[in-house]
């Protein structure tokens, strides 16, 4: 069976989806005013499990109908219960 191949539609409709995943998540993650995670010097398995931590903050902040991202951890940082709060304990 031969490979499908995708039409310019499809190509494009998958690229468009490739950049929302990156700017949704990754420019979050990456940005001066959030995590700077570019120039993290965790190395080696912390650096996976640091990744993981900041994917579920941004999941909760998200969760919780905060849309941006690097207020709401300033909003947290000033009263860290606030985190809690936002997970219900």
Excluded: K
């Amino acid at each position: 069976r031969e490979p499908a191949r995708a039409d310019l539609e499809q190509l494009a409709h998958y690229i468009r989806g490739h950049w929302g995943i990156e700017n949704r998540l990754h420019n979050v993650r990456d940005g001066r005013n959030t995590f700077d995670e570019d120039h993290q010097t965790v190395r080696g398995s912390a650096a996976q499990v640091m990744a993981i931590l900041r994917n579920l903050a941004i999941s909760c902040l998200r969760l919780a109908g905060r849309h941006s991202i690097a207020s709401s951890l300033r909003w947290v940082a000033r009263s860290p219960m606030r985190a809690l709060a936002l997970i219900g304990v």
